[in-house]
């Protein structure tokens, strides 16, 4: 069997040499279809990657109190949005002190400006620093850690402070003429910050680094920057796993004591879980993997019309060759399968190289759009898997005709 199989093999290659031009643009049709499927998963893997890192960081078991759940309400057959106050400091702040769930640490925070300038010694930034209030809770409960130097303390937090908390991006621009970061004064707005501690480095996300920020003590950032209606934000991480959905239900019913709801009203805040948003993400995504698998099967359809032809054609040319080998003695078996290894290997041949342009394509997307670029080894195996079924189905005509043929008929074939 595997004698037959590698002299039928040779033929192949043969055959495919001999019509080396219409094999190229057959190849080069199939590999769209697939070009199309993987580029596509690729560029989603990646986007699902980032995302769900970005927000694992934080921890299964953490949740967040903001304005909204970044849901929209169904009334009367419409979506329409619905609107909720924003989180004020003082809302936010009863809500810390009135929140005494067992295991959990409450943090307050706000970002006070994304146009922030800030300048050490002679040198400066560009005016697109991050600056954020945060209290001595906001890391742990981010999921953020440090490389250098420490996290605020209570008493930084209680005393006002002038200290603060870079992102990595310092150290490789308004720090990099310096040995070490810590203890360094910086100037914000004309006030003076002396760092205490460097983030480990988090990446873009979307093109926004999250390595270009400032953080300060909540109230000295409240000092300092001042507009109206600002929005904080509540992070609760829990200790306990097991009791993190009796912690939100606690945090539900303190929001709606602090907020004033009377029992009929519906909250008007968001809880949102960490785990939520990466199982929001995996749902999006969802949708995303079976429009991609829709157009490559459009694309493939058409690859596998185009190779069911060519090799159509090339039953019918090689007539003749095929009523030679058959007076010779060839089984119908063994002229099937010549014809149908020649269609295999096409269609390989066009899976391979639909594999390298969709994962270089994908990978170039990526880096684009600043997403973390995985292999997509679910994209590799589905093209493989669905350019074995074109061959399959594209070769299983043309080998039947060809093993069905007369062969004194086709010893007549001109």
Do not use: H
Request: proline share 2%; net charge neutral.
């Amino acid at each position: 069997m595997f004698k037959l199989f590698k002299e039928n093999t040779r033929i192949a290659f043969g055959a495919i040499k001999s019509q080396l031009l219409r094999t190229v643009l057959t190849v080069l049709i199939i590999s769209i279809g697939i070009w199309a499927l993987v580029g596509i998963l690729t560029v989603v893997a990646a986007l699902e990657n980032t995302l769900t890192s970005d927000f694992a960081s934080m921890g299964a078991n953490t949740f967040n109190i903001n304005q909204y759940e970044m849901t929209t309400q169904r009334r009367g057959g419409g979506e329409v949005e619905k609107i909720n106050p924003t989180i004020r400091y003082a809302e936010a702040k009863e809500f810390k002190e009135k929140y005494n769930f067992p295991y959990t640490n409450t943090s307050v925070s706000f970002t006070a400006t994304t146009t922030a300038e800030v300048k050490y010694e002679s040198a400066k930034t560009d005016p697109e620093i991050t600056v954020m209030g945060v209290d001595n809770f906001f890391l742990p409960n981010s999921g953020l850690e440090m490389v250098k130097g420490r996290n605020f303390t209570q008493s930084d937090i209680d005393n006002n402070t002038y200290t603060c908390i870079v992102g990595s991006d310092f150290e490789k621009g308004l720090f990099r003429n310096t040995s070490n970061s810590i203890d360094k004064v910086i100037s914000i707005r004309g006030a003076k910050f002396r760092v205490i501690g460097v983030l480990k480095e988090k990446g873009s996300t979307f093109g926004n680094s999250q390595d270009l920020r400032v953080l300060i003590p909540i109230q000295v950032a409240r000092s300092l920057f001042s507009a109206p209606n600002i929005n904080y934000s509540i992070s609760v991480l829990s200790g306990q796993n097991e009791l993190l959905n009796e912690a939100i239900d606690n945090a539900m019913i303190t929001m709606r004591k602090v907020r004033k709801l009377n029992p009929v009203e519906e909250n008007n805040f968001g809880i949102i879980r960490s785990d939520d948003l990466i199982n929001r993400i995996g749902e999006i995504t969802q949708y995303l993997d079976v429009a991609a698998v829709v157009i490559g099967i459009i694309t493939i359809f058409g690859s596998s019309i185009a190779l069911m032809n060519i090799m159509i054609v090339s039953v019918t040319e090689r007539t003749r060759e095929i009523g030679i080998r058959k007076s010779l003695g060839a089984k119908k078996i063994t002229i099937a399968l010549q014809f149908f290894t020649e269609t295999l290997i096409i269609g390989q041949l066009g899976g391979l190289l639909g594999i390298f342009l969709g994962i270089f394509s994908g990978f170039l997307i990526a880096m684009a759009l600043d997403f973390s670029f995985v292999i997509p080894w679910g994209a590799m195996l589905s093209a493989v898997i669905t350019t074995l079924i074109v061959a399959i189905f594209s070769g299983l005509y043309p080998a039947i005709k060809a093993a069905i043929l007369d062969p004194i008929e086709a010893l007549r074939y001109e």
